[in-house]
């Protein structure tokens, strides 16, 4: 039986929309019935209504000069930094935390130990998947008519094989991710490609026909994400710097 | 470069003048952008640009509330201290006294509420952007709403029909 004190925690996922069939059809039954609940959903609509109406916020016309006067600023301190440390906040780009040395050699091991785990892992789904295989030709016996799976279970992963097929589906998640971004970033490069000249348009389209062509003659997987990363980072420096002669390698 | 910049001002400031507040918004939608430019090359495209700029404007906005040593989190006793707003003020339209509201809310709080529902993202989103579970953005949701709900008072329905009436009559 439902009471105020289970319902009142769903009004949320309910006014949003987020319960569907039954779940949806129990909070409704319930306000049907509690006027004291219903006050709370009315509330609540009111509420999200309010906050969604609350009128949009203009920067001021001033917030794009800072910008750049930051990025000028930002820039002059870099020219400034002594060698080593530009080579430290490069590596510190990638790092999650600013690095220190005991960091560096604490992230280092994670690292390492991470990489040597995961090929382990998936060195040892390659290695049982024939194995499993195997096994079934050689049994004396024939399989249970029940039975779907091959004898000497101990050497399937069974408790591992949620997160083999996990690992499995991890590059193909990748992909597509990258997939997302470079066409989040096509779109800005595009608007950008509108303001160059001739030459860099021509430099432009020629290295994106040949970073493409490169990812389609790619095989999937890592091969196909690097080639991906270099289209991305290709575009990346595309839309921050309109030096796209630079970027493609081409001579000025 | 420009074009990334009119592209996500107006999100990014907005978010950044809902969470901080309007003295410090611009500061911090500054610092955004120049953490975006500065680290767009580096971006590794693990999850939207959107996303990627998003989470970037709401840890800005976090961090220079806590370096600024506003108060994280406002226990229950704190909430009772506050005076409860008055059904009948009828000068406060309830626009602005949510605004009001959104403000006295702790910060986390007031960050899954501008995402959510203010800035209309989804839970998916807030989630991506918020670095934590669509199921840990939600009960943030709930609970930062409810929070809301107590300090605009009771009968949130009616003050917002009282506005609509008010603005009706002087039209």
């Known amino acids: 039986m439902t009471t105020c004190e289970t319902i009142q925690p769903r009004l949320t996922a309910y006014l949003d929309g987020d319960l569907d069939g039954e779940s949806g059809s129990v909070v409704r039954g319930h306000l049907r ?54 080579t430290v906040a490069r590596w510190a780009r990638w790092a999650p935390w600013p690095p220190t040395m005991p960091q560096y050699a604490a992230g280092a091991a994670l690292a390492a130990t991470a990489v040597v785990m995961l090929y382990w892992r998936t060195q040892r789904v390659d290695e049982l998947a024939p194995d499993a295989v195997a096994v079934a030709p050689i049994r004396t016996e024939p399989p249970h008519p029940l039975r ?10 069974s408790a591992g094989d949620d997160v083999t097929a996990d690992l499995l589906a991890e590059p193909a998640r ?14 800005l490069a595009s608007e950008a490609r509108t303001a160059w000249g001739d030459e860099q348009k021509a430099a432009f389209d020629t290295r994106l026909a040949a970073l493409r062509t490169g990812i389609d003659h790619a095989a999937q997987g890592r091969p196909q994400q690097r080639a991906q990363r270099a289209l991305i980072r290709y575009l990346q420096l595309a839309v921050v710097r309109d030096d796209v002669m630079l970027a493609g390698g081409g001579a000025r | 470069m420009e074009m990334l910049y009119h592209q996500y001002k107006r999100r990014v400031f907005g978010m950044a003048h809902r969470i901080v507040g309007p003295s410090d918004a611009e500061e911090v939608a500054q610092e ?55 059904v009948t003020e009828r000068d406060s339209a309830l626009a602005s006294r949510i605004e009001t509201a959104l403000a ?29 579970r669509i199921g840990t953005c939600k ?25 609509t009436g008010a603005t009706g009559r002087s039209d």
């Open chain 1, 148 to 157: 779907t799976e091959p004898m000497a279970p101990a050497l399937v992963a």
């Open chain 2, 32 to 86: 955004v952008f120049v953490r975006v430019f500065r680290g767009l090359a580096a971006f590794r495209g693990d999850s939207a640009l959107s996303t990627w700029i998003y989470r970037l404007t709401v840890n800005a906005a976090l961090s220079h509330l806590a370096r600024r040593g506003r108060r994280q989190e406002v226990g229950d006793d704190g909430l009772s201290e506050l005076p409860a707003p008055a």
């Open chain 1, 33 to 86: 019935e509690c006027a004291a609940c219903r006050q709370v959903a009315r509330d609540g609509a009111a509420l999200r209504d309010g906050l969604r109406l609350l009128p949009p916020v203009d920067p001021p016309m001033s917030m794009w000069a800072g910008v750049q006067a930051q990025l000028a600023a930002a820039e002059v301190a870099d020219a400034r930094k002594p060698r080593w440390r530009r």
């Open chain 1, 174 to 187: 990748t992909t597509e991710s990258y997939a997302q971004v470079i066409e989040e970033l096509m779109k």
């Open chain 2, 139 to 163: 009960s943030q949701l709930h609970k930062a709403r409810a929070r809301m709900r107590e300090l605009l008072g009771p009968n949130i329905a009616a003050q917002a029909m009282q506005t």
């Open chain 2, 104 to 132: 006295l809310l702790p910060p986390g709080y007031r960050a899954i509420l501008v995402l959510h529902d203010v800035e209309g993202l989804s839970h998916e989103e807030c989630a991506a952007i918020l670095e934590c």
